[in-house]
């Protein structure tokens, strides 16, 4: 492999001329630079980019910890990061705690042994609880999840208006029967469940059901299958996550009922299935690519600016009506 020594040689330099244009510095003269950059090229040199973070203590690398990489709103948020991290030269560690705090732990420790210049964080519950007792020196942005502090960076959903808006959907359609089924694994869960309780007693209503359940696939059919297996069902299903929204929806169809002519639904987040499936479903769309790119430069600006007051900036999901809630009759 050849070594910074190598490209002087090549371009008749010293070794820190080499490091000034590889480092892009102004105090080169451009005739010189041209020099360097052929030696680059004619040697296919790649500078040794963790020697150089430990050298100046900064990387290029940032970490993004999510809960789930399976929930497709994660997926899409880790493409936006990695979209507006690489124009800014750097590239993105990825971790997948599964909501599991041990698993969190490990990768947040290795995250700070690769030195890495902040991370991005879905946190779980329980990491939000111990918050306070919780010591790095690495920018931090949350994403998705609320933590009880005022000293960090969050980009958020306001879940509540959200479910609400939802929830008046399926009441101005003519559904009367709701049911609700919400993940019990983040602070989201809870300020969507607020939205659909809010808007369901602003109508003199109450819910026929509300479920505090795992935020997977299993755990939303399971407990639909049971909604179903009652003689009193619900009309309409409102589902916290896509996760839940899936689980659902499978469970109505192995009970041979039909959407929406026997139950409706609902959920957050959009899907490639949820587009395609007959009915194709009503949902809040959340703004990933927003989020990402927002969690992305919120992060930039702490790490040039680590003094600057912390910001939290709340964004608005969009409702996409589709047949899944079409009106009863």
């Known amino acids: 492999m050849p070594s910074i020594k190598d490209v002087a040689k090549i371009a008749g330099v010293s070794t820190a001329t080499v490091s000034r244009v590889l480092a892009n510095q102004s105090r080169v003269k451009e005739d010189t630079r041209k020099l360097v950059l052929d030696a680059v090229e004619q040697l296919n040199y790649r500078p040794n980019l963790i020697a150089r973070s430990l050298r100046v203590q900064k990387s290029a690398k940032i970490g993004l910890v999510v809960s789930d990489i399976r929930n497709p709103f994660f997926t ?5 990061v990695e979209d507006a991290a690489y124009e800014q030269g750097y590239s993105v560690l990825m971790c997948n705690t599964d909501e599991n705090p041990a698993k969190e732990e490990m990768y947040l420790n290795l995250l700070h042994d690769e030195n890495v210049a902040g991370i991005i964080f879905s946190p779980t519950q329980q990491f939000s609880a111990g918050l306070k007792s919780y010591r790095s020196n690495i920018p931090f942005v ?28 399926l009441l101005e359609n003519g559904y009367r029967k709701l049911a609700g089924l919400f993940g019990d694994a983040s602070t989201t869960s809870p300020e969507r469940r607020r939205g659909f309780q809010k808007a369901l007693k602003d109508n003199g209503m109450s819910p026929v059901a509300t479920h505090i359940i795992g935020p997977r696939i299993n755990q939303g059919y399971e407990t ?26 499978q469970a109505i169809r192995d009970s041979k009922l039909m959407v929406p002519k026997d139950i409706g639904l609902v959920g957050f987040d959009e899907t490639t299935w949820g587009a395609l499936v007959d009915p194709p479903i009503t949902l809040i769309a959340q703004p990933t690519e927003e989020i990402g790119r927002t969690a992305t430069e919120l992060l930039f600006q702490r790490i040039s600016e680590p003094t600057r007051s912390p910001k939290t900036v709340i964004l608005k999901g969009t409702l996409i009506t589709r047949g899944s809630s079409a009106k009863r009759t």
């Open 76 to 80: 899409a948020i880790g493409r936006a």
């Open 142 to 169: 949350m994403i998705d999840r609320s933590v009880d502090s005022k000293d960090v960076d969050m980009v958020l959903l306001d879940n509540v208006a959200a479910a609400y808006e939802l929830t008046t959907h």
């Open 224 to 249: 639909t299958m049971g909604m179903l297996a009652q003689e009193d069902k619900p009309d309409a299903i409102f589902t916290s996550n896509s996760m839940l929204t899936a689980g659902a929806f």
